[in-house]
């Protein structure tokens, strides 16, 4: 197993980089940090149309995300590659295929977090600043989302962890992610299946599990503080 | 080109897409019928008044539920047959292994899941009715049965619909690995006919009319049997 990583570590970190296109753990990484970013700004558009009191606006949402949630994430990504380049014209590669497939399929897991973060908020809140003259809009951006945002923050980093695991998706449209590089390097080794799919393992429990736990402190820290200010 | 509709109601396109929706379905039952006694038992090790039980159940969750169900499938599939005595892996490989890679992966992933789940409900029932039982002398096993696991069960089966409906979605990975489910054969379809708009709108709506009949059935669920609260 040892020889296996000092052979295979550069190309499992990096795929072919700098030689040929960025790969590996690094893209996986990429893809989800990006993924998340892209998914925040309409995450937060779609959680507050699903509670809008427009209907015109609610319903629509209300739909795509049903559409969305009852659709595997590989029906999305197909979906990307075979319409993203009759829609734009153009040939679209495999990074910006799954980057929009992730940030549609983020994008309406985020919209329920949100709607859940603001509908967690004692409803109070919005009345209080409603009957002080603020708008709707101004409620929202100065009392509402201020604080709901705050407590998302640990569901946040949950979704970040479901997004890396996600991105392993991209192995059925050749992206070169982690997975992908892995099934690479069981082709070339050929005898060490066994180690090879192991350390795959291995890499993402020690990536996402780390990223959990740091979750699960968020939550206390965030708490204790409420309770601190609470308090004081 | 046009939507070809008459390619999705007859002919052999039609026949490989309803059998894909057929083992798509019987790989769903067939795991659940495996994850949820699984799920039940590694929940029960993870509250049972044992150091070392909860140890091994906390280790099995974290470790199935950190790693992506793709990476799971390709180590069932690739990796774990290497590690079997020679006639056993013949014989795997003589039959379906790719089915049986499936429903290992499927199960050990599913069922971690589920034993959240049911951990959860089983801790949404306040220490006091633990306590009680085992102070009218029932055993921690006796008390769970008989105490803790009825009022359990209602707050327990939501979370577990909606797995389910995690399962059947996820069953769409298998393809990966090359289980002729409803995604395999709908691209099959594609590159046998390059209708890829009717075959990926078979399958979406598929998917989705499932998926949307077990939502149902949650949402009926939460109706009849509300969580009582004390």
């Not at chain 1, 427009?54 to 319903?59: A, E, G, N, S, V």
């Not at chain 1, 180690?195 to 990536?207: A, C, D, E, K, P």
């Not at chain 2, 589920?114 to 009218?136: L, N």
């Not at chain 2, 691209?187 to 708009?197: A, G, H, I, L, M």
Request: aromatic share 12%.
């Amino acid at each position: 197993m040892l020889e296996l990583i000092q052979d295979y570590w550069l190309y499992f970190l990096v795929g072919q980089y700098p030689n040929g296109p960025l790969g590996g753990l690094v893209l996986t990484l990429l893809l989800a940090a990006l993924g998340l970013l892209f998914s925040l700004p309409l995450g937060l558009v779609f959680g507050m149309a699903r509670i809008s009191p427009y209907r015109w606006l609610r319903w629509p949402v209300t739909a795509l995300v049903f559409l969305v949630r009852g659709t595997p994430l590989l029906m999305v990504i197909f979906w990307a590659y075979f319409f993203l380049p009759a829609i734009t014209g153009q040939k679209t590669d495999q990074i910006t295929t799954m980057l929009v497939a992730l940030v549609v399929f983020d994008g309406v897991y985020l919209a329920e977090i949100v709607r859940a973060g603001i509908l967690g908020l004692p409803k109070g809140q919005q009345e209080c600043a409603r009957s002080l003259g603020l708008s709707y809009v101004e409620t929202m951006r100065f009392i509402i989302l201020p604080q709901a945002l705050r407590n998302m923050l640990p569901s946040l980093v949950n979704q970040f962890i479901s997004t890396i695991k996600e991105t392993s998706l991209g192995y059925i449209i050749g992206l070169t992610e982690v997975s992908f590089i892995a099934s690479q390097i069981n082709v070339q080794v050929l005898t060490k299946s066994t180690q090879v799919y192991f350390i795959l393992g291995l890499t993402y429990f020690i990536l996402c599990f780390g990223l959990s736990r740091f979750a699960f402190w968020l939550e206390k820290a965030l708490y204790r503080n409420r309770i601190v200010k609470a308090a004081s | 080109m046009q939507f070809d509709f008459s390619l999705l109601l007859s002919g052999k396109y039609h026949d490989w897409l309803l059998h894909g929706l057929a083992v798509s379905l019987g790989l769903t039952v067939v795991t659940l019928v495996l994850a949820l006694p699984l799920a039940v038992l590694v929940a029960l090790c993870r509250l049972a008044p044992s150091k070392i039980l909860n140890g091994i159940a906390f280790t099995f969750v974290e470790a199935i539920r950190n790693v992506p169900l793709l990476a799971h499938l390709l180590f069932w599939y690739f990796g774990a047959p290497e590690l079997l005595p020679d006639d056993i892996k013949q014989w795997l490989y003589d039959g379906n292994i790719e089915i049986v890679s499936a429903v290992v992966g499927l199960t050990f992933y599913t069922s971690a899941y589920m034993a959240e789940d049911i951990r959860s409900g089983i801790r949404g029932i306040p220490k006091e009715q633990m306590e009680a039982g085992r102070a009218m002398g029932f055993g921690f096993i006796q008390t769970m049965r008989l105490i803790i696991l009825p009022q359990a069960l209602r707050i327990t089966v939501p979370p577990l619909i909606s797995q389910t409906l995690n399962l059947w979605k996820n069953t769409s990975i298998a393809t990966v690995i090359g289980v002729a489910e409803l995604m395999y054969q709908a691209q099959k379809v594609e590159t046998d006919s390059f209708r890829s708009v009717e075959a990926f709108a078979f399958a979406t709506a598929a998917y989705l009319t499932v998926s949307l009949l077990i939502t149902g059935l949650a949402a009926w669920y939460h109706h009849r049997y509300p969580v009582r609260t004390l």
